[in-house]
C-alpha cells in the first residue's frame, strides 16, 4: 500500500554533469512518486537533453516525469505531464493537450486559485511557500490550515512546497498534504541526495 504522503522531487536548478547517476541513487533510495523537471531559463534543445537524458531513468523506476513551466513542450517530448505556474500559458488548453496525463497547478497560499485549478481539471494543486526557501524568491507564504482545509474539502491531492525539509516536514504531513515538494533537502543533503531521500520518507513515515 502506497503511503498517504509521498515525496515529490524537483531537480536542482542547474544540473552538473554526473547528475544522471546521482538521479538514479536517489530515487533506487526510497519512495519518489514524481521528478519534476524544473530547469528556468534553459532553451528548448537543452531540456530535451536533460529530458532525454532523465526521463528514461525515472520511468524506469515508475517515478512519473513532469516538465515544468510549458504543457506543448511537455506534450511533444513525451512527458508524463507538466506543472504550470498561474502564468505558464493557458490552463485549460494545457488540460486538453494533456489528455491521459499529468497537470498540476501552482496555487500560492490561494484558496480561490486552487478551487479554479480544480475546475479546469488540474490532476493535483500545489501549495506554498511553507518555509523559507533558497530555491527561488517567495513571494507568497502559505500556511498550514490551507492543507487541512483542502484534504477536508476536496478530493484533489495537495502538494506542499517551499523549504521543507526533513525536520520541519511532520505538520505538513499531518494536515493532510498527498506530496510534500523538495529540492534543497535532497540535493543538497550533506551526504548526498540517496540519504536526503531516506531523510525525507522516514519523516514522513515518523509524522
Known amino acids: 500500500m502506497e503511503p498517504d504522503c509521498r515525496l515529490y522531487l524537483i531537480t536542482p536548478p542547474v544540473l552538473p554533469p554526473e547528475f544522471p547517476d546521482l538521479l538514479a541513487a536517489a530515487l533506487d533510495a526510497g519512495d519518489v512518486a514524481c521528478l519534476q523537471l524544473r530547469l528556468k531559463d534553459a ?68 484558496r480561490h486559485l486552487a478551487m ?13 511557500a511553507f518555509f523559507p526557501t533558497l530555491t527561488k524568491e517567495t513571494a507568497h507564504s502559505a500556511d498550514v490550515e490551507l492543507l487541512a482545509w483542502w484534504s477536508e474539502m476536496f478530493e484533489i491531492p495537495s502538494v506542499a512546497i517551499g523549504g521543507i525539509t526533513a525536520v520541519n516536514c511532520a505538520p505538513l504531513v499531518q494536515a493532510g498534504a498527498d506530496f510534500l515538494a523538495v529540492v534543497g533537502a535532497v540535493w543538497s543533503h550533506p551526504d548526498g541526495p540517496a540519504a536526503g531521500v531516506r531523510a525525507m520518507n522516514a519523516a514522513i513515515a515518523a509524522a
Open 43 to 110: 532553451l528548448p534543445d537543452a531540456i530535451k537533453r536533460a529530458v532525454d537524458a532523465l526521463m528514461p531513468i525515472a520511468q524506469a523506476r515508475n517515478v512519473a516525469f513532469l516538465l515544468n513551466d510549458d504543457a506543448a513542450l511537455a506534450a511533444s517530448l513525451g512527458c508524463d505531464g507538466a506543472h504550470l505556474g498561474q502564468g505558464d500559458g493557458d490552463h485549460e488548453a494545457a488540460r486538453k493537450l494533456l489528455d491521459g496525463r499529468t497537470l498540476g497547478i501552482t496555487c500560492h497560499a490561494s
Open 116 to 128: 479554479q485549478a480544480g475546475e479546469v481539471g488540474a490532476d493535483y494543486v500545489a501549495f506554498g
